[in-house]
């Protein structure tokens, strides 16, 4: 008796939005029974990363402002990926985007106005969408492949930002340390709920994945993003242009990642520091794929992500469990993710085989 | 009965507020104690310390403290949910230990007016947030000294993270007390951009070392650079944070030791009996804050006396290793004879004394 | 003259590991298969290798073990894409992930112990002598990572196995349709680049800081991904490039030590220089005339034979 893989005429849809949700539970049992078999409270720590954020209200708004960045760097990246555009190197457009908020939050420090969030905002986005035009240059012009130049050039940005702060943007009254003075109030983000932490940047994420979600499916641009990525030659006789196609995926998902950039300096932080980059852009990617893809499936993603990382603290505290656990929780999502991944092009059928080695 | 949206936030007001009655009604509880480090309890340096203290403050009270910890908490937004987190699970003390969670602190603080949190070599202050340091730079003024003597080549090097006042005091303790052996004695800074790359250490001190620095002194979170100075076999280096003659045994001379446990205790003890105020210490070797590691059984005999001079001398206030006359590295006299630095011109200290290296 | 030896040697202790890396995904590369994983796989290889160290005192055995620990690893990643054929760049990020996470669960214990660093191969009369230890003063990975760079160059330019690895990265369905088994080659390739990962992993502790640190690989699986690009898929160019690399990494401490025109550089861009060169190498490499037979063609992209 064997088993064999079958390719199905029409990627299942039910497997499409079921394996996300499968992935996650099988993680919460496997994780139980491997924690628990090397020592730890398996249940328990299941039970803390999991479960804990979302029973305990008072994690909503620390599950809101650790999923929207991821949210909004997402949507980006699903679009982009979609069209067969991988880039890669969204932290670093994310921290260029910060890093151009914070220039213009540095530059206006003794001013103050209404103005001043808006064209911050509106710098992030210019500069994280002009560190993605690189990739997209090179791609385009001389088919570098997007994937190696966008990782390199995260890499990059982040020294920018030791070298920034470290120098021209040095706090004075910091005492010698390489941050950049604290924003002025016009330079911050405000919160939408009184008396907690949930900041402009929660709604916005939300209304970025909607957005996004109701143009992929109903526009012309869409509609063009997702045929060029799957059927790059259909595209070229349909009139689509390949390249202009990756133009608008980088420059779309880097401005995106420039948005929550300078979302997170202006909101949360509200100061460069040196420790900024905690690798929101990889996690992202995360994202993108637990969501399928898809701006509505990112949401669920972002919150389901921010859910590992708020709950991996909670189980420090209350069993004890490394933080490294954190991270083979959320790899594991990914793995059984991926591995589910099959189900939806392929059905498994039983055969019944006399003869070896059929293929 | 009709149930109004505020009455539902009545009710969860008052159920929040009850964990709080009853700490209140039970003073004889345990204290729970939070800390948060930066980094792993594991890199046998700053944050191992600090978990050390922590050990010690439970073993000291026993039964009366619960202590929790949380590791690897990133400076900004994470570490500000990390302190919530630590208040909402009923944490009355939370010791904050990094330069970088200073703005969290002081915010979560602000949400917790009646939880005490204590930030370590921070600067910004308020009723319910205490700060705490250590006086490193007495210990490198002993370090300082068994270099001057021991010094063949009179070039020691110092291996730091990033020029915070921290680091360029203890640099300057270094240079101050070693000079005051050795004239001819220089200190290299070199900065290394990260506080935990063992590999990087490793290479900057074999670059070091083949300049003919002798002595290396390190201000990062392990021992990979003494290390290095044992496998090369130089005179040797000291262990920082903690004791690292394990990883080392010829070459750490001595170390500083972090010894925050004293500290932890008796900030618990006034939480307990009620007595807790936001304080500003700066506590060093006098009171065991700061110690010293073993003396290497290579050292002379004469050197562990003087060094000895120096530890004792900063224990019963006769030595101050930064009393004028002080140039700096450029000859300008910045302190004048017999003038004593006081400890905001420390903690802002961002100029190098004579014979450091200008770092670029 | 005097100067440069020692700074050979740092260098040469810098470049290997990455070398060693580099050399492991280059193989996988050339089958068509883009493993980001690398960083993982070198931290579960390092905690291995130190673990095996600190029980046998044998560094033979403990890079041995590191190789396992990374061929291990590598199957999780080869089974997913290649046998359930799910996206590669995702699956090895997820690997670097897991990889981080285990090796820090794994070497909680091991944080305060030290071992031993592997001892020079070669007798220490060969070494005394300054221009003599340049070449005999070293340890086993340093002129095994020689000999692999040689070996591989060998292996993909010499042997029918080779050819037949490099046809299955170019073309994937028609090395199929010829009856080659293109994801048996694949599965090869990746796992001997999770032992070659695990192999540099494990001498960070045994050559470099004989000590478990979490993360004590600070990124330089990264780095070596970034070096099979820049050595455009060649494995004597990646030989050079180790180097180049490596030197940068050195010169900046060097230059720092030593003072001199190099020291005005900020640390910074010695930092993002092995990254920006990659990208410069990159928009070379695409300037000349046979530019697409550089990459292999198949690179990234999943094998599905229609059936």
């Given amino acids: 008796m064997q088993f064999r893989l079958e390719k199905r005429a029409e990627p299942s849809r039910f497997m499409l939005y079921a394996t996300p949700v499968g992935a996650v539970i099988l993680t919460m049992i496997v994780g139980a029974i491997i924690f628990s078999l090397i020592g730890y409270d398996g249940i328990g720590a299941v039970r803390e990363v999991f479960l804990t954020p979302l029973t305990n209200a008072y994690k909503w708004q620390d599950l809101g402002i650790k999923a929207a960045p991821l949210i909004i760097i997402g949507t980006g990246l699903s679009i982009a990926y979609r069209a067969n555009v991988w880039n890669i190197g969204a932290e670093g457009q994310f921290v260029v985007g910060a890093l151009a908020g914070t220039w213009v939050a540095l530059a206006t420090y003794t001013m103050s106005g209404p103005w001043i969030l808006p064209l911050m905002i509106l710098a992030g986005v210019v500069g994280g969408a002009l560190y993605a035009a690189i990739p997209a240059l090179l791609k385009t012009r001389l088919n570098v492949n997007e994937i190696l130049t966008s990782l390199m050039l995260t890499y990059a940005s982040i020294q920018l930002i030791y070298y920034l702060i470290r120098t021209v943007w040095k706090d004075p009254m910091g005492i010698g340390f390489p941050q950049t003075r604290r924003f002025a109030a016009s330079a911050q983000l405000p919160t939408v709920i009184p008396h907690t932490i949930v900041h402009l940047g929660v709604p916005i994420a939300i209304v970025v994945a909607l957005v996004a979600w109701f143009i992929m499916s109903r526009s012309v641009f869409g509609y063009r993003m997702r045929v060029v990525g799957a059927a790059p030659h259909a595209a ?22 420039g948005l929550a950039g300078v ?5 949360p932080f509200q100061r460069m520091v040196p420790g900024f980059a905690t690798g929101y852009g990889f996690t992202a990617i995360i994202v993108a794929f637990l969501g399928r893809l898809n701006p509505l499936g990112v949401i669920f993603a972002g919150i389901v992500l921010a859910i590992t990382f708020v709950g991996g603290e909670v189980a420090q505290t209350t069993i004890k469990l490394p933080d490294a656990a954190t991270g083979i929780f959320q790899a594991m999502v990914l793995f059984f993710l991926l591995a589910g991944d099959i189900l939806v092009r392929y059905r498994i059928r039983r055969v019944v085989t006399t003869q070896a080695g059929a293929i | 009965m009709t149930l109004s949206r505020r009455d539902i936030l009545k009710i969860g007001g008052a159920a929040a507020a009850l964990p709080l009655l009853g700490g209140t009604a039970f003073a004889q509880e345990k204290l729970k104690v939070g800390f948060i480090y930066v980094g792993t309890i594991n890199d046998n340096g700053y944050n191992y310390g600090h978990n050390q203290g922590r050990i010690f403050l439970q073993d000291a009270l026993g039964d009366a403290v619960e202590t929790t910890y949380v590791e690897n908490v990133p400076e ?32 979560v603080a602000a949400e917790f007016p009646d939880v005490k949190f204590e930030h370590a070599t921070g600067y910004m202050k308020a009723d319910n947030v205490g700060l705490y340091n250590a006086r490193f730079y007495e210990g490198r003024a002993v370090c300082g000294t068994i270099a001057g003597h021991l010094s063949k080549t009179g070039k020691a090097a110092y291996i730091g993270s990033f020029p915070i006042p921290e680091v360029v005091m203890g640099i300057n303790a270094l240079a101050l007390s070693g000079r005051r052996i050795n004239p001819a004695f220089t200190v290299k800074p070199v900065y290394i951009s990260t506080w935990n790359d063992p590999a990087k250490e490793g290479d900057a001190a074999r670059a070091l070392i083949d300049q003919g620095v002798d002595i290396i002194a390190q201000h990062t979170d392990g021992p990979a650079a003494l290390q290095v100075a044992q496998e090369r076999g130089i005179v040797g280096g000291f262990g920082q944070g903690a004791d690292m003659s394990a990883f080392a045994p010829e070459a750490q001379l001595t170390a500083i030791i972090d010894h925050w446990g004293p500290h932890y205790v008796n900030s618990a003890k006034a939480v307990i009996a009620g007595t807790w105020t936001a304080g500003d210490t700066w506590e060093g070797l006098k009171e065991e804050v ?30 101050k290793i930064f009393t004028g006359p002080i140039k700096d590295n450029t000859g300008t006299e910045r302190v004048a004879a017999g003038v004593a630095m006081t400890d905001a011109e420390l903690l802002s200290m961002d100029w190098y004394v004579e014979g450091v290296e200008q770092p670029v | 003259m005097e100067m440069l030896i020692p700074i050979i040697v740092t260098l040469v202790g810098a470049a290997t590991p990455i070398l060693i890396a580099a050399l492991g995904e280059l193989v996988a590369e050339k089958s068509g298969v883009l493993n980001l994983g690398v960083e993982g796989m070198m931290l579960v290889g390092a905690i291995a290798g130190f673990v095996a160290q600190f029980y046998t005192g044998n560094p033979y055995l403990a890079l041995l073990c590191g190789a396992f620990a990374g061929a291990a690893v590598s199957l999780i990643f080869a089974f997913l894409t290649l046998s359930l054929s799910a996206n590669q760049t995702a699956t090895g990020l997820a690997l670097t992930i897991f990889g981080t996470g285990l090796s820090a669960l794994a070497g909680a214990p091991y944080s305060a112990k030290p071992i031993a660093l592997m001892a020079p191969l070669f007798p220490d009369m060969l070494a005394r002598d300054p221009f003599w230890r340049v070449l005999f003063g070293y340890s086993f990975p340093v002129y095994f990572s020689f000999i692999m760079v040689a070996a591989i160059w060998w292996f993909l330019k010499r042997t029918r196995t080779g050819l037949i690895l490099r046809a299955v990265g170019e073309n994937d369905h028609s090395a199929h349709s010829i009856g080659y088994s293109v994801v048996g080659v694949r599965y090869a390739a990746v796992v001997f680049g999770g032992a ?56 900046e401490l060097y230059a720092k030590a030593g003072g001199g025109v190099l020291a005005i550089i900020p640390s910074e861009l010695w930092a993002a220089l092995p990254y920006l060169a990659t990208i410069v190498v990159l928009v070379l490499i695409s300037l000349r005339r046979d530019a697409s037979t550089n990459a292999p063609a198949c690179l990234g992209k ?3 034979p229609a059936n």
Avoid: H
Wanted: glycine fraction near 12%; charged fraction near 15%.
């Fill in chain 1, 236 to 257: 070229r006789y349909g009139g689509f242009s390949e390249n202009k196609t990756i133009w608008l995926a980088m420059l779309v998902s880097g401005g995106l990642a």
């Fill in chain 1, 263 to 267: 979302l997170e300096v202006a909101g």
């Fill in chain 2, 76 to 107: 900004g937004p994470d570490c500000e949910r990390v302190l919530r987190e630590l208040a909402q699970q009923g944490n009355k003390l939370i010791f904050a230990t990094s330069f970088g969670f200073g703005d969290a602190v002081i915010k």
């Fill in chain 2, 290 to 319: 700061v110690q010293m590691g073993a003396y290497n059984k290579k050292i002379p005999a004469d050197v562990v006396a003087d060094a000895e001079k120096i530890r004792t001398g900063q224990i019963d206030g006769s030595f």
């Fill in chain 3, 196 to 251: 070659m990962a695990g192999i540099a992993g494990a001498c960070f502790p045994l050559l470099l800081t004989p000590q478990w640190a979490e993360s004590m690989t600070a990124g330089r699986g990264w780095i070596a991904v970034a070096l099979v690009v820049f050595a455009s898929w060649r494995p004597l160019r990646l030989l050079a490039g180790a180097y180049l690399f490596g030197l940068v990494m050195t010169m």
């Fill in chain 3, 302 to 304: 999943p094998f599905m």
